[in-house]
């Protein structure tokens, strides 16, 4: 993974880069809206930003390596059961946040709501930009 490190952030950078010129861009949507679009949407467009969150990536190899995944090279069954936790802690997590915006989505006013898209927006960009360039740094 250190050999590919440049890489693998430059090219995440860029898609952070899109979700923050997404989320800059986008307006509030009714619950309607939401249901249009199908949850399967709304589910793989989080996954992906998931995916290509630099410090995502990073928690996890942590993990890993914390815990000593290569001592369980020959153990399927500890393998399995140590992601299906990392999983499950995965899904409760986001189940809190969207729980958790849920409840507020209904409490904000379509300005607060923009502000805040704008203000994440900003701050994903800002963070894609850093990331593109301690990558490029890195390749050079």
Known sequence: IE???????????????????????SKRETHS???????????????FFTLTNP????????IYSTIGIETFENDLFAISLLSTGIFL?????????SS?????????????FNLI?????????TVSIYSFFSGLNLLL
């Open 3 to 25: 050999t590919h490190q440049a890489w693998l952030q430059f090219i995440g950078s860029l898609f952070l880069f899109y979700f923050g010129l997404l989320t800059f861009c």
């Open 33 to 47: 809206e939401v249901i249009q679009k199908g949850h399967f949407s709304v589910f793989l467009k989080m996954f």
């Open 55 to 62: 410090l995502t990536l990073l928690s996890f190899i942590a």
């Open 89 to 97: 802690g995965s899904i409760s997590w986001w189940a809190l946040i």
């Open 100 to 112: 958790g915006s849920a409840y507020f989505l209904g409490k904000l006013q379509s300005s607060s």
């Open 117 to 125: 898209n704008k203000i994440a927006g900003i701050l994903i960009i």
